[in-house]
Nanobody
Framework: QVQLVESGGGLVQAGDSLRLSCTASGPTFSAFGMGWFRRGPGKEREFVAVMRWQTTSTYYADSVRGRFTISRDNAKNTLYLQMNNLKPEDTDVYYC?????????????????WGQGTQVTVSS
């Protein structure tokens, strides 16, 4: 079973930055994609940023495009989410996810593995 462990959340002020990390461990698997989701106001996990593993193509939600950057370090088996110019509406639990299935990466149902989540709180 692949395990994903997030870290880097915390309490910051509006305009500050945070970097989330997601380290993968366990059996080797061929990822089609990995991404970051957050719980969202409706309590359904919503797409934040995703990366297609082979091509490193990235996709961002409109609400974070230009402020957040998804990246990876293959040597460390780690996925990152650099979050700049944070806003109070970014407050949420952020989840890392991975999938080997060739499906649309913006839907949470496409993912096989999830981390436990890390809380990000942005005060105004």
């Amino acid at each position: 079973q692949v395990q994903l462990v997030e870290s880097g959340g915390g309490l910051v002020q509006a305009g500050d930055s945070l970097r989330l990390s997601c380290t993968a461990s366990g059996p080797t698997f061929s990822a089609f994609g990995m991404g970051w989701f957050r719980r969202g106001p409706g309590k359904e996990r919503e797409f934040v940023a995703v990366m297609r593993w082979q091509t490193t193509s990235t996709y961002y939600a409109d609400s974070v495009r230009g402020r957040f950057t998804i990246s990876r370090d293959n040597a460390k088996n780690t996925l990152y989410l650099q979050m700049n110019n944070l806003k109070p509406e970014d407050t949420d639990v952020y989840y890392c996810a991975a999938t080997s299935r060739v499906q649309s990466l913006v839907f949470s149902d496409s993912y096989d593995f999830w981390g436990q989540g890390t809380q990000v709180t942005v005060s105004s």
